[in-house]
């Protein structure tokens, strides 16, 4: 993530991250970049956490939050290989089912995208961007540090770590889980930095748009302004503020603009990589029923694709769900434009009936449920929809 | 030994510090009615057992070792095996499932034990309408690691041991000159024995002891018997 990835620590950290103040002395590790193929010794702290991070990684495989989509996978492996170089055979990419913004690398050298990631970045850049400053984390062995720091400044805690311990059997690989922790672990600033420097690297040296790394952030800033302030993305916990970084990185890509030659975005190949999902995708963001961040993310997406029926379903469906003021109304506007659109999800005309329903136009909400039902004839939902007919 | 007396002597040796101490708790089914199945050997199976050592270093935290923990891996099977050949039943390890009906029986117990450990062990945990009684069960489902591994009984395992480092003895050294108890390493372990007919758990048992090492043959002996000793088979 651009935060550290350590759900398999879970039982052992909790208690650790929750009662770790300031701390001065980072323990620094020693190599810089690890070797292609890279072991540790198993009579090692670092050996101890390869094994639990090997645990989780079985979890992972059995997770059903993992996307099994040979294409998408694809995609997302062949650029996180063409980003790693010579250090592609030591990274497998686990693509998770999950709408939050993040990837996380683990230092054996699994790695987790989410599709909350993949949902948001616009193009291929974008996503190598944040990729690449995954990959910073794990070449420079960032997570050890990060656990040899815990394990020094965790006072008084050898009980709750083993209550812990002794309660969480196996890892329990579960959305909230990850979410929690992701939450609880944050690199430090320099860290960060570090990280965000070698994403911006790897767009240089791969003559992809330097700029996508700022562009990404701004994105994420704007997303996170609507949240409500206690409702924050756990990414925006990091420390360097995304400002700074987003700032950082315009930099950077200012200087290099005279001579960076010609660059690519991708634009293309990654919305063909994701638009299969994308509906999906964005349905399950609306399960957070962060309404306000939905709205931006709509928005964004709207700007390069006014008349897309599937984006217009999801904006309708996020005012539908939200349901304040006058916004069943919006939603109803929305909707029927949406219907308008060849590509538009047949479960838009259901949701205009629902909102029709609720605003007592039964005209309107009869002739949606008939239409919802001559396209999708065998509904699972069929008997339920008759009865609202039945009822108008 | 009286379960009584061995609290009290446990609670006795906790006013020393490196004293050691073990203590086990099992509980068995009511309706445990051990029966195998005709034509087969008695037959066992170790599913995925969850084993991790490490060290407790100064400040408290658990530090995961691999090489300890591969070390009691092998101890703990190798010493299982020998119990249970006494006790004429064949021992198998399933240790990577890959029957996805299985794999979902064996989270379903990472959750289902955890909860024994927390209601029918933990002090305050208690569910009023459960009582005390060890009747819990994984379902029927639990009938595809039979079939796949030809065993009428599963076994889970946990454990997590901790050692004491050189730092974390110095701590605790300085704490009792203060007057305070600093915990050392500490083995925390549980096992349950499933009937994979109907899903039951038929016995279950935890132990806690801050004795008994894991990476060495004997005392590795000594923690299986103490873990499996009353095994009702």
């Avoid at chain 2, 270093?57 to 119990?83: K, N, S, V, Y």
């Avoid at chain 2, 305070?180 to 499933?194: E, K, M, W, Y």
């Amino acid at each position: 993530m651009l935060r550290a990835g350590f759900a398999a620590l879970a039982y052992l950290m909790i208690p650790v991250m929750v009662f770790t103040g300031p701390v001065s002395a980072l323990a620094a590790v020693e190599a810089i970049d690890q070797s292609p193929g890279y072991k540790p010794e198993e009579d090692t702290d670092e050996g101890g956490l390869w094994m639990m991070v090997e645990d989780a990684e079985r979890a992972t495989k059995r997770s059903p939050l993992l996307v099994k989509d040979e294409a998408l996978n694809t995609y997302v492996r062949t650029l996180t290989c063409r980003l790693a170089g010579p250090h592609c055979g030591s990274i497998r990419v686990y693509v998770l089912d999950i709408p939050h913004f993040n990837a996380a690398m683990y230092p054996n050298g699994m790695m987790h995208v989410w599709t909350g990631l993949l949902v948001r970045a616009e193009n291929e850049a974008q996503l190598a961007f944040v990729l690449g400053h995954e990959i910073g984390h794990y070449l420079e062995r960032h997570s050890l540090e990060r656990f040899r720091k815990a394990k020094n400044t965790s006072n008084f805690l050898a009980f709750f770590s083993l209550i812990a311990a002794g309660a969480g059997v196996g890892i329990a690989a579960d959305l909230a889980t990850l979410i929690a922790l992701g939450a609880l672990f944050s690199y430090s600033r320099d860290q960060e930095r570090e990280a965000d420097a070698r994403g911006f690297d790897s767009l240089v040296q791969h003559s992809l748009d330097p700029r996508a790394g700022a562009a990404i952030w701004s994105n994420l800033i704007e997303e996170d302004d609507a949240a409500p302030r206690k409702r924050r993305s756990p990414f925006f916990s990091t420390h360097p503020s995304p400002k700074e970084r987003f700032e950082t990185l315009t930099a950077r890509a200012d200087e290099i603009a005279s001579f960076a030659g010609e660059t690519v975005l991708g634009t293309q190949r990654h919305r063909e990589a994701i638009l299969p999902h994308r509906l999906a995708w964005l349905l399950g963001e609306l399960k957070r029923a962060a309404y306000d961040e939905h709205l931006v993310l709509a928005e964004r997406l709207l700007q390069t694709e006014p008349r897309s029926g599937e984006l217009l379903f999801f904006k309708g469906e996020i005012y539908r769900k939200r349901n304040e003021e006058g916004d069943l109304e919006a939603a109803r506007a929305i909707y029927e434009r949406a219907i308008l659109q060849p590509d538009v999800p047949v479960e838009a005309h259901r949701s205009l009936g629902l909102t029709a329903l609720k605003l007592k136009n039964n005209a309107l909400a009869r002739r949606s449920f008939e239409t919802y039902l001559e396209r999708r004839p065998d509904a699972d939902d069929r008997q339920m929809i008759e009865f609202y007919l039945q009822q108008l | 030994m009286d379960t009584v007396l061995r609290k009290l002597a446990c609670f006795v040796c906790l006013g020393f510090l490196l004293a050691a101490c073990t203590t086990t708790s099992t509980k068995t089914a009511e309706q445990a009615n051990i029966s195998w199945s005709s034509g087969l050997n008695k037959r066992i199976v170790l599913i995925e057992p969850d084993i991790t050592l490490g060290s407790l270093t100064a400040g408290g935290a658990f530090d995961p070792r691999a090489d300890w923990t591969r070390a009691a891996e092998q101890l703990i099977d190798q010493e299982t095996a020998i119990l249970l050949k006494e006790k004429n039943i064949d021992f198998a390890k399933a240790d990577n499932l890959q029957n996805p009906r299985s794999i979902q029986v064996a989270k379903l117990h990472s959750a289902v034990g955890r909860s024994i450990l927390l209601h029918l062990y933990g002090a305050g945990g208690q569910l009023p309408n459960k009582g005390k009684a060890l009747d819990w069960s994984l379902g029927p489902g639990a009938n595809t690691i039979r079939t796949d591994y030809n065993a009428d009984y599963g076994l889970f395992l946990f454990v997590q041991d901790s050692y004491t480092t050189a730092g974390r003895a110095f701590m605790m050294v300085g704490a009792a000159i203060l007057g305070a108890n600093l915990q050392g390493g500490t083995q925390i372990a549980f096992t349950s024995l499933v009937d994979l007919k109907t899903g039951d758990i038929v016995w279950f048992n935890r132990l806690v002891s801050t004795a008994g090492d894991l990476r060495t043959p004997d005392p590795a002996k000594k923690v299986v018997r103490n873990l499996y000793e009353e095994l009702p088979l």
